[in-house]
T-cell receptor, first 109, second 114 residues
Framework: GQQVMQIPQYQHVQEGEDFTTYCNSSTTLSNIQWYKQRPGGHPVFLIQLVKSGEVKKQKRLTFQFGEAKKNSSLHITATQTTDVGTYFCAAGGYQKVTFGTGTKLQVIP | KAGVTQTPRYLIKTRGQQVTLSCSPISGHRSVSWYQQTPGQGLQFLFEYFSETQRNKGNFPGRFSGRQFSNSRSEMNVSTLELGDSALYLC?????????????FGPGTRLTVT
């Protein structure tokens, strides 16, 4: 079945540093979604990417979908303490979504 | 619009017992998915229901079952509980489900099996 890996598993950054998490699929995807889960909370939808090579920005967050539609990345510029949480990618296949393993981000003030 | 609600929020059960969890989706959403979240395994997909039919199923034993009612509310049942079933169970609703629509998660039910 479809496998979705995210790296790194954990990341500690100083406040103000940048952060990137990568999502890799073993198969070509129809789309990719990103979610954020704050500590003690539930996953919250951030964005969906559909087109090959697509890049979308939300304030300090930049999302990319690979040209081959097999990988994606989320980049946060100048992290803040409010960025703390676990970031999940969710790979869209045929009628099914597979969540990645998640990257837990800690921001040191 | 009210968000996704799950009841109960916390539950403690004993090995061998069974449990039923409930999920009320966002009004108008017809798809409900269930996930098991544990620290070591991340978000594991259990199943998805759309218009009262199970559309997708994850790799969980038959002890895990679910159903969806005509008002889109969904229940999940786990029979013969095992210690390893302790987890946060999340349900997520979506307009039409599948991979094209974003999912809205509920707060989860924290199940502890002793």
């Amino acid at each position: 079945g479809q496998q979705v890996m995210q790296i790194p598993q954990y990341q500690h950054v100083q406040e103000g540093e940048d952060f990137t998490t990568y999502c890799n699929s073993s198969t070509t995807l129809s789309n990719i979604q990103w979610y954020k889960q704050r500590p003690g909370g539930h996953p919250v939808f951030l964005i969906q990417l559909v087109k090959s090579g697509e890049v979308k920005k939300q304030k300090r967050l930049t999302f990319q979908f690979g040209e081959a539609k097999k990988n994606s990345s989320l980049h946060i510029t100048a992290t803040q303490t409010t960025d703390v949480g676990t970031y999940f990618c969710a790979a869209g296949g045929y009628q099914k979504v597979t969540f990645g393993t998640g990257t837990k981000l800690q921001v040191i003030p | 619009k009210a968000g996704v609600t799950q009841t109960p929020r916390y539950l403690i059960k004993t090995r061998g017992q069974q449990v039923t969890l409930s999920c009320s989706p966002i009004s108008g959403h017809r798809s409900v998915s269930w996930y098991q979240q544990t620290p070591g395994q991340g978000l594991q997909f259990l199943f998805e229901y759309f218009s009262e039919t199970q559309r997708n199923k994850g790799n969980f034993p038959g002890r895990f079952s679910g159903r969806q009612f005509s008002n889109s509310r969904s229940e999940m049942n786990v029979s013969t509980l095992e210690l390893g079933d302790s987890a946060l169970y999340l349900c997520a609703s979506s307009l039409r489900g599948g991979s094209s629509y974003e999912q809205y998660f509920g707060p989860g039910t924290r199940l502890t099996v002793t």
